[in-house]
């Protein structure tokens, strides 16, 4: 029997690496072979759910808040303006309730404002839904206008921290900044942290049908779950590898291991060191996790080459305690994946946002301390924009994405000082980056288009610590 699925998906597949509109591809650039070979090390901090408006929108010099013209007034699913929001909820509770921690009033502005207002940043909010037909939904075609209609805690959309003087603004202001940086992905974090080691979407053209999205004769989202009617996973599902949660011990809804090229293959291809360091992981592969640790932040847990049992699980997935370790003894990779804990993650909903942000200065500082620093280019960004509003409209490249803008700082002997870097860039130019950098074959076409940071970086200064 014929698998229609089967048959769409690899349809599909061929339209999305071979038809993308050239117009709107990123264009390509590339770090000449003088400039690869004064960075032996890139270390990327994959921060949780924040857009770029939502921290930076008021940052000096960059596209922000005073820029958002009619993006910044919502509409409703019918198309009419909002007048107000309802008061935000709080998604500890469940079901969730409106938010009687913090002061907000019951009616909150249909426009951009300032959350400290309500919450210190060493508080923590509620969550906001934050999925693959969601966000294309709020992006409204490049209006930017329906995030509060098609969200969860709508009272929440909207609101914005001013992080200039935050620690990881401090660095922002003192390196370089990108304020046009997208998400590569629709949606949340599983799909985006697939895209950061893959430039893909998982597979599951056999997925249960209970797990499968359901859509109307238009399209539009009817009915939410976590695999698109053609057999892509896009929102949360664990792997069929470990750890994952305890709950998760129905096999027929873990995610079977993935066969795609990642970076890491790209780089042991050719003995090129590198890791993923996670919070977390050593406890959670012992079957002890933190409350926090979030199992579907593990992308190359999915992948057969890192399976259960094989060496190469061993070899590169590690706990974040090793990186600090391998810093200080001279055995840090070339290339570094730093997966904070999820209470120093910045997400919204179980972490605050200062937490995050001394966490990645503590990174940061430990690095400018060490003798790697000299020869390193830290990436500081975000896996996507956690369901809030930003103004920019994304480009378009394919089905998958880009998604909602998402800030990005570099820093970097090499980083261009009190930079804001206006480049196009989205999560797969990380992967360029690298790519560029050691001579690596692309993932794909998304990130074989990208550009690769270079205009963050000015060669000609001299490292000094």
């Not at 698998?3 to 509109?21: C, D, E, V």
């Not at 010099?61 to 929001?85: E, F, I, T, W, Y």
């Amino acid at each position: 029997m014929v698998n229609i699925r089967n048959i769409t998906m690899t349809f599909i597949t061929f339209l999305s690496l071979l038809l993308i509109p050239v117009d709107h591809v990123l264009a390509g650039s590339q770090l000449s072979d003088g400039e690869k070979q004064q960075i032996n090390h890139i270390i990327v901090i994959y921060q949780e759910n924040w857009s770029f408006d939502g921290l930076y929108g008021l940052f000096p010099g960059v596209n922000g808040l005073a820029n958002a013209g009619s993006a910044a007034r919502q509409v409703g699913k019918d198309g009419n303006p909002l007048d107000n929001l309802p008061r935000p909820l709080d998604t500890s509770k469940k079901p969730p309730v409106p938010d009687d921690r913090h002061p907000f009033p019951d009616q909150m502005p249909a426009a951009p404002y300032d959350l400290s207002k309500y919450v210190t940043v060493d508080e923590k909010t509620g969550d906001i839904v934050h999925r693959y037909y969601q966000n294309q939904l709020q992006i409204n075609g490049g209006k930017m206008d329906k995030f509060a209609a098609w969200s969860d805690n709508p009272g929440l959309v909207m609101s914005y921290y001013d992080a200039s003087n935050l620690p990881e603004g401090k660095l922002a202001k003192q390196f370089t900044i990108a304020d046009n940086f997208f998400q590569a992905a629709f949606g949340g974090s599983f799909l985006n942290h697939f895209w950061l080691i893959c430039a893909c979407t998982p597979i599951w053209p056999d997925a249960p049908l209970s797990m499968v999205i359901k859509l109307d004769s238009n399209g539009i989202l009817d009915q939410d779950n976590a695999v698109t009617p053609d057999g892509y996973a896009v929102n949360t599902v664990y792997s069929v590898n470990q750890p994952h949660p305890e709950s998760a011990k129905n096999k027929c809804k873990l995610l079977p291991s993935q066969t795609m090229p990642t970076i890491g293959d790209r780089l042991s291809e050719k003995n090129i060191s590198w890791a993923w360091y996670s919070g977390g992981w050593n406890k959670a592969l012992a079957g002890d996790p933190d409350e926090t640790f979030q199992f579907h932040h593990q992308p190359f847990a999915y992948f057969d080459n890192y399976a259960d049992g094989k060496p190469a699980k061993t070899e590169h997935l590690k706990d974040e305690e090793n990186f600090f370790a391998d810093l200080k003894k001279g055995r840090l990779p070339s290339v570094s994946f730093i997966k904070p804990l999820g209470k120093y993650n910045e997400h919204p909903g179980y972490a605050s946002l200062l937490a995050g942000q001394q966490h990645v200065s503590e990174i940061v500082k430990a690095v400018q301390e060490s003798t790697y620093w000299n020869d390193t280019a830290i990436i500081i960004t975000y896996d996507e924009n956690g369901g809030r509003w930003d103004h920019v409209a994304p480009p378009h490249a394919d089905r998958w994405g880009p998604g909602t803008r998402i800030p990005t700082i570099i820093v970097s002997p090499f980083a261009k000082k009190g930079f804001v870097d206006h480049t196009q860039y989205d999560t797969t130019s990380i992967l360029k980056f690298i790519e560029n950098r050691w001579d690596l074959a692309p993932l794909g076409s998304r990130d074989a288009a990208a550009n690769d940071l270079q205009n963050a970086f000015d060669f000609t200064q001299t490292a000094q610590h």
